[in-house]
């Protein structure tokens, strides 16, 4: 198979234009330092009197000859530095355009493609690029910074406007690293971090942005400005479903095929439904078609999660039976499966929870199935470096449950906070003192994201009705849910220094799938029907027939009880939350009697406040209301 795909790392950086930041080595360095998790494998800076960039490194193919900050100095003349993380998959087409075009190549790796390729189009380049990627360029002949992400959002970049310049970094801990930021937030902030709407370009710190997912952001002497590259677009659908079906699977099989490029070890993240099976058996074939050896899977399990599992709203089995049959099923090829299995002890583990919250750098009141992730990526990181998942073909293909519930569709609001939507995602807002509940108006602010949201829909001329609808609710998870949970999977791997791949982001995917009408897209009465018939092929039955089932949260009452326990040694102490959270609710919650199963719906206030909690103390930060 081909080879030669760039790497995972954490870029920071700092526009300066009244100081000399190359007095700011000690400042650039600390802020760098933040983003050792995101690379352990090695550091780098560049410094000149108005733009700097820093890096850390998480080494995945050529080693040697992808080193950054990567410089570019045509004929001796001002260089262009480059930072960036990231997996370009199209850059071989790239590389041998460019060289076709006078370009000549000293290393291997994408990083040079990308440098290579802003000298030849400009800031134009960022369209040409299929990929997961955040990079900021500093190009001295202009005296600019530009900051780019990916289409879809895969990997995070914010930004912090100075009075003088510009903060930037993989994540708000590098910005933060960085006296002139001080972490505060708003009533806004507030409202954005209880709402679970994922707001375009907020980032929940005061004065503190995300790029945009498809968009660059140019830093200059008179300020910054903002480009979007790409954005969903509506197109007439003209195939059928066969040509719709073959299609898909046509995509399916290239870009599985692009992101098993590496030269360190490769697996891919497996929880026995249709999505991430799909990813495995296709990633296992094409490996036994290039005889390139077995594939690993790895899933996560709890210590008697399958024998005592009680169905709930969301979840109709355990997911461990469901693994085990496609690794059966695939047989021949000899995939080399294992199942990390996790204990309440595990979940709690005061360290482990601390580490959490320090890779999200903000509450998210999700609690086991953080910190359950975080502990499968830490035990994969032992065997590999890389990792294929299955993430997103819900928001593609129309999988989530509420897809399909009238109730929720029709329901006026995002789809996954609807009533009967079968989930709580957040419930902090619940022990808000009832004052700051009113001043903050989280249902308000829902509406306002909601219509904004719909504001932007593209649509299709003639289209009504359901289908119209239905392109919405396609939106809506594509531009706000999607973001929630790969944000969610980026931070949990990253903190280990463990990449994750994301085949059904592919933009080509995308836009191919949003455009197919919704009766299409349930052409078989059930949900995700393209990606169903397009892999019927290579997985088991029981895979192909099992319903959507979300990512498992632990039912043992043991680790409620241990909930419980801690958030009362909390509330024994200093409070750090006690302006904002009404305790008495929070002491009336540890009061009501615990059931035989424990389920995240009911834990979800108690996680909250124990996250809300330790942010603002362990953070600093500061509420401005």
């Known amino acids: 198979m081909r080879r030669g795909v760039g790497e995972m790392c954490g870029i920071c950086g700092w526009v300066g234009y009244d100081r000399d930041l190359t007095e700011s080595r000690d400042t650039l360095r600390g802020m760098t330092e933040q983003m050792a998790c995101r690379g352990p494998d090695d550091e780098g800076m560049w410094l000149s009197p108005h733009g700097a960039v820093g890096h850390r490194r998480l080494a995945i193919i050529d080693i040697e000859g992808g080193r950054q900050p990567m410089i570019a100095d045509e004929d001796g003349g001002e260089p262009v530095v480059l930072t960036y993380s990231g997996e370009v998959y199209n850059f071989t087409e790239l590389r041998e355009e460019l060289e076709e075009l006078g370009h000549r190549f000293r290393t291997r790796s994408d990083t040079e493609v990308v440098i290579r390729a802003y000298l030849e189009w400009g800031p ?11 990079m900021g360029i500093w190009d001295t002949r202009t005296e600019q910074m530009l900051l780019v992400r990916d289409r879809m959002g895969i990997k995070p970049l914010y930004y912090y406007p100075t009075p003088d310049g510009v903060l930037f970094g993989s994540e708000p801990k590098a910005i933060l690293a960085n006296p002139l930021c001080r972490p505060a937030v708003d009533a806004d902030g507030l409202r954005e971090l209880l709402s679970f709407v994922k707001t375009p370009e907020h980032g929940i710190y005061q004065g503190m942005y995300e790029v945009r997912p498809g968009s660059v ?16 677009e509506s197109r007439e659908h003209t195939d059928d479903v066969e040509a719709t079906v073959a299609t898909v699977r046509g995509l399916l099989d290239d870009i599985v095929e692009r992101q098993l490029i590496s030269d360190v070890p490769l697996c891919t993240l497996l929880s026995g439904g249709l999505d991430s099976s799909a990813v495995t058996a296709l990633a296992a074939n094409a490996l036994h078609r290039y005889d390139e050896g077995k594939l690993r899977s790895f899933a996560v399990d709890f210590v008697g999660y399958a024998e005592n599992f009680s169905p709930d709203a969301m979840r109709d089995a355990p997911d461990t039976p469901f693994v085990h049959d496609l690794v059966r099923h695939l047989g021949e090829l000899g995939v080399e499966h294992a199942d990390i299995i996790l204990d309440s002890g595990d979940l709690m583990d005061r360290e482990v929870r601390s ?48 897809f399909h519930d009238p109730q929720a569709v029709h329901s006026g609001t995002f789809p996954w906070l609807a009533e009967g939507s079968g989930h709580r995602f957040s419930a902090l807002e619940d022990v808000l003192r009832p004052e700051l509940a009113r001043e903050l108006d989280v249902p308000g602010y829902r509406a306002a994201r909601y219509r904004q949201a719909l504001d932007e829909v593209p649509r299709l001329p003639g289209e009504t009705g359901l289908e119209a609808r239905m392109r919405e609710i396609s939106y809506l998870h594509l531009t706000r849910f999607v973001q929630i949970l790969l944000d969610r999977k980026d931070r949990m791997s990253m903190a280990v220094g463990l990449e994750v791949r994301v085949p059904f982001c592919d933009h080509r995917l995308v836009e191919y799938v949003f455009n197919a009408p919704w009766a299409m897209k ?104």
Do not use: C
């Open 124 to 134: 134009g380049f960022a369209a040409r690029l299929n990929g997961m990627y955040a």
């Open 217 to 232: 952001v140019t830093v200059g002497r008179h300020g910054v400005a903002k480009e979007r590259y790409w954005r969903l």
């Open 355 to 402: 580490a959490v919250l320090r890779a999200r750098d903000m509450p998210t009141g999700i609690g086991d199935m953080d910190s359950s992730l975080y502990l499968l990526f830490k035990a994969i990181r032992g065997h590999s470096t890389v990792a294929l998942s299955g993430e997103s073909a819900d928001e593609v293909f129309g999988g989530y449950r509420w």
């Open 522 to 625: 349930t052409f078989d009465g059930r949900e995700k029907s393209l990606l169903r018939a397009a892999v019927r092929d290579v997985l088991p039955a029981s895979v192909l027939e099992r319903r959507k089932s979300p990512y498992p949260s632990t039912q043992d009452p043991a680790y409620e009880k241990a909930l419980r326990d801690r958030t009362a040694r909390v509330l024994s102490g200093h409070v750090a939350a006690e302006r904002l959270v009404d305790v008495g609710k929070v002491r009336a919650m540890l009061e009501a009697p615990q059931d035989e199963v424990s389920r995240h719906d009911v834990r979800g206030a108690l996680e909250g406040f124990l996250q809300f909690n330790a942010w603002l103390a362990r953070y600093g930060v500061r509420v401005d209301l």
